[in-house]
């Protein structure tokens, strides 16, 4: 019988054992074990996961306690400070001014998809007059025109010291 045979029972006894109290899946504290005993190679591999199974999830609890999750995404948060409101609206400006840019019908479909409203197919269809089965191939042809666009206009770094 190899290690891993060996020890798969008892660790997956000891991981049920001691899961729901760290606040940890099973499966997760078994891998953490079985990465832990590839790092150590331990002499006596049956005492040491009894050990290790408490010691990944004493850990397991201490990092619960540290990470708090959030109400709402960071860079959604309505409570986000000016600097980052301010940096939003410039990205909106510029992705705006450059949906402008775009040719033929692209400005009136692009400005149509960002409404606020968010629209169906059926109505942008219906505000700009095509038919609903070709606004998507027309969406696909502004999109990558308008990437083209910002990607041009996004400048390459400059080449500094000794790499020119």
């Known amino acids: ?3 891993v045979e060996e020890l798969t029972p008892l660790l997956s006894a000891e991981a049920a054992a001691e ?5 940890i899946e099973a499966a997760d504290l078994e891998q953490a074990v079985w990465v832990r005993l590839l790092e150590q190679a331990p002499a ?5 996961v009894r050990s290790a199974v408490r010691a990944e999830a004493r850990r397991a609890r201490r990092q619960a306690l540290r990470e708090l999750p959030y109400a709402v995404e960071p860079s959604t948060a309505p409570e986000a400070g000016p600097d980052h409101r ?4 410039e990205r ?8 402008r840019r775009t040719p033929g019908r692209c400005p009136e479909l692009l400005a149509a998809m960002l409404a606020p409203e968010d629209p169906t ?6 505000e700009l007059g095509m038919s609903q089965g070709s606004l998507g191939p027309v969406r696909s042809r502004c999109l990558g025109c308008l990437r083209r666009m910002l990607a041009a206009e996004v400048a390459a770094p400059e080449v500094r010291g000794m790499e020119r």
């Not at 899961?19 to 606040?23: E, K, T, V």
């Not at 006596?44 to 040491?48: H, K, Q, S, T, Y």
Request: proline share 3%; charged share 25%.
């Open 1 to 3: 019988m190899n290690l």
């Open 121 to 126: 197919y059926r109505e942008i269809a219906g």
């Open 19 to 23: 899961a729901s109290a760290a606040g």
């Open 44 to 48: 006596e591999p049956r005492r040491w």
């Open 92 to 99: 909106r400006r510029a992705v705006r001014a450059a949906v």
């Open 86 to 89: 301010a940096l939003t609206a």
